[in-house]
């Protein structure tokens, strides 16, 4: 069974960095993608970035393109997500998710792991 797990998360200052690290194992497949997402209290899921397995292309919110950085390690065992100059619109809930298309809409994702809280404030 596909198995995600995200971590990293914290509390940072505006204009800080964050590592997110999601943890992938159990694929059946290797024509997969890999996306982050997040979601803050009173709002929509939202996608953030993602990465395919098959090139390693990316994809990104038009909302984090310049500061976020989507990768992954040799592997395939963990995808990073590099987050510099936070804002304070940035805090939320952290999500990393699997699906097939290099998609960062959250229909396109059957597999979810839990969510890591990131807070950006002074």
């Known amino acids: 069974d596909v198995q995600l797990q995200a971590s990293g998360g914290g509390l940072v200052q505006p204009g800080g960095s964050l590592r997110l690290s999601c943890a992938a194992s159990?694929?059946?497949?290797?024509?997969?993608?890999i996306g982050w997402f997040r979601q803050a209290p009173g709002k929509q899921r939202e996608g953030v970035a993602c990465i395919s397995r098959v090139d390693s292309s990316t994809l990104y919110a038009d909302s984090v393109k310049g500061r976020f950085t989507i990768s992954s390690d040799n592997a395939w065992n963990t995808v990073y997500l590099q987050m510099n100059d936070l804002k304070p619109e940035d805090a939320a809930v952290y999500f990393c998710?699997?699906?097939?298309?290099?998609?960062?809409?959250?229909?396109?994702?059957?597999?979810w792991g839990q969510g890591t809280q990131v807070t950006v404030s002074s």
């Open positions: 159990g694929f059946a497949f290797d024509d997969y993608t």
């Open positions: 998710a699997a699906g097939v298309a290099l998609k960062v809409t959250a229909a396109s994702y059957a597999y």
